[in-house]
């Protein structure tokens, strides 16, 4: 299968399909449900192969893609986002609930009120995000109540809360963040629970800190952190990884995948063996240019495990191959990406690697911000 | 003009016009050929801008590229860059050749024997890539001519050298990138010289080197450097600056435009006042996530030039305000990208402010990776 014009992106199925069915199964087992986050893939083919494999439902970022995905048959959907809505976008937010399951994130008492005012007695819904340590968007845990009982108010029905432990993402820090993650949503609980509602979803997950929080860190935590409350009294009731269907470099690096788990690539073309390197024609408008500070690199190659891409532009990777023999020039060559959904939504396409042959799945939701 | 929903990136197309009509009046003046390389717009109206301003033609990076201004009725196009083609990208390269001149790049002697065996009296021309120190693709400039005598023997019509002096992406490069740029031009061009074939085009530019060039580097440098050479010699006949027409944070921070000249922002909204920071709905799927050593964020905030992009991930931007007063929960703020060419390759669509309104441009060669 020699495939289309390089740089492409290229997708293992039989390690998709494995990668899929291994969390659904780990999930299964500790009685957690897994919601994906699809903004990984943004593709029609991979949601339902994780609806198949058990999900309860998708997880999204943005509006656009909750649009996308419902317009493809999706019946529940959460926007793990604290959307600033206005009426257009409330009205889009309202057109989808006659065909599907909503809500949507709120992280704070005037973000509550403002929500209500636009969704009051609609049939969105909403979940706090409470802040587990990433630093990003979240209300404190302690304060999670004062922000669900500001939805109520409002009008809203609080479905529960949410938090996204991203601190995951740094070396050694998967079993502290997925410890973070339990505590500050018991706290977020009881906070709810203390002004009298109850959170039906207690939502945690992020790619690195997964195996983590099934295998332990949703129980034993609390059981160290927390000793007046019972040990094994289970505080997530749903997951939302993303990454983890194809992973990349990031989580090779990381230590929560292995290359021979990964299960897209973008196939490129040495193009230049100049200044004694090799030079391959995936740029960062394929790769994507994230490089996170524990990254070595811009990318990672299987087949050339100690080789580093050592300077990326748009359309140029050059790689220090760390002393082997430099493929000749035209030479096929793997990349895997640094940030898998960086890379996806760069391209219109998947290339599935079938057994009949490599088939294009149409990433139908790419570049839908809003 | 509230505009669509955030995130957007939006044109100021006043500034637009006057970074275009300053560079092309520049270049002019000191008898420069201006080749813009649209890589940075991927947009058929600014190309149009660009070639009524006098631009002898355009520079992409891709065939997928070329194809696309050809299609909408560009007629001369180079490829700056060693593409490895095979029958059927040769195939597509030669269908252009009926429409617009055409010709490529090639950096070693292999690829030309390469190119010349798929190429190999066609209309399509060649030009050689010199290495100027930025190190990543191109020949030695010493080795020009050895390069562009095999182009030759394999068939192929050379039309002259380039380069693309990328070392100038570094604070206070910007003179010196230039003055490698004529240096490395001027061996080169003497190289292919010595070998019985006259250089018509010698290429160069990049944004942050090119008043530098423009002004002095062309010149003077020689001067300097070759003190055998006639010192009022210009050497390049072409540049090639992308990212001019609009600017971009690593601009600014280079010190080579400043905030009043930026033409694309991306208009964002606050969504969030989690720890006491601005959260904006602009992410590295709109902003893209480059971050060169020199950056001090991810993106910069006219409107509050001390304040910094702290964190971003695809669909948050993290901003430490700098002891500002935070602007209330729903602000639109806007925010440039540290590498516009990055941003823009992550919408369809461009909007351009202008006296009637948003107008929608199409970012037609948007993912055009190969």
Redesign the interface.
């Known amino acids: 299968m020699i495939g289309?014009?390089?740089?492409?992106l290229r997708v293992d199925v039989a390690r998709l399909h494995a990668n899929i069915d291994r969390v659904a199964a780990q999930a299964a087992q500790r009685g957690v449900a897994l919601r994906p986050h699809v903004?990984t893939h943004k593709t029609m083919e991979i949601a339902r192969l994780q609806l198949a494999a058990g999900a309860v439902g998708i997880t999204v970022?943005?509006?656009g893609e909750a649009e996308t995905f419902v317009r493809q048959g999706i019946d529940d959907v959460v926007v793990a986002?604290?959307?600033?809505l206005d009426a257009?976008?409330a009205g889009r937010l309202r057109d989808l609930t006659p065909d599907a399951r909503v809500a949507i994130g709120v992280?704070?008492v005037?973000?509550a009120a403002?929500t209500g005012l636009l969704l009051g007695g609609s049939a969105v819904e909403v979940l706090v995000e409470v802040?587990a340590g990433h630093?990003?968007?979240?209300?404190e845990p302690a304060r999670a109540g004062e922000v669900a009982l500001a939805a109520r108010r409002a009008g809203l029905v609080v479905r529960g809360i949410f938090t996204f432990p991203?601190h995951s993402y740094a070396p050694g820090a998967t079993r502290s963040a997925a410890a973070d993650e339990a505590d500050a949503l018991a706290v977020a609980a009881d906070a709810v629970r203390a002004v009298g509602i109850e959170p039906r979803v207690v939502s945690g997950g992020s790619t690195p800190s997964l195996e983590a929080s099934l295998e332990a860190g949703l129980h034993t935590c609390l059981d160290e952190r927390a000793p007046d409350r019972a040990p094994d009294r289970g505080v997530v009731t749903e997951l939302r990884p993303g990454v983890y269907v194809f992973g990349d470099a990031q989580q090779w690096e990381l230590g929560t995948t292995t290359p021979d788990r990964i299960a897209l690539t973008c196939r490129s073309?040495?193009?230049?063996?100049?200044?004694g390197r090799m030079?391959l024609?995936a740029?960062?408008?394929?790769l994507?240019?994230?490089?996170a500070a524990y990254a070595t690199g811009f990318g990672r190659l299987p087949e050339l495990p100690d080789a580093r891409v050592v300077?990326l532009?748009?359309?140029?990777a050059?790689v220090d191959v760390a002393g082997a023999p430099l493929p000749p020039?035209?030479t096929r060559v793997d990349v895997v990406p640094n940030?898998v959904?960086?890379a996806v939504?760069?391209?219109?396409a998947l290339h599935a690697e079938e057994p009949a042959g490599l088939r294009a799945w149409s990433v139908t939701a790419r570049?839908m911000?809003?």
């Open positions: 289309p014009d390089t740089p492409y903004k970022a943005t509006l986002y604290p959307l600033w257009a976008s992280d704070s005037e973000g403002h802040d630093h990003r968007t979240g209300v991203g073309t040495v193009v230049s063996h100049a200044g030079v024609d740029g960062s408008k394929v994507g240019a994230d490089r300077m532009s748009e359309h140029h050059v020039l035209g940030h959904c960086a939504n760069l391209v219109d570049g911000n809003s």
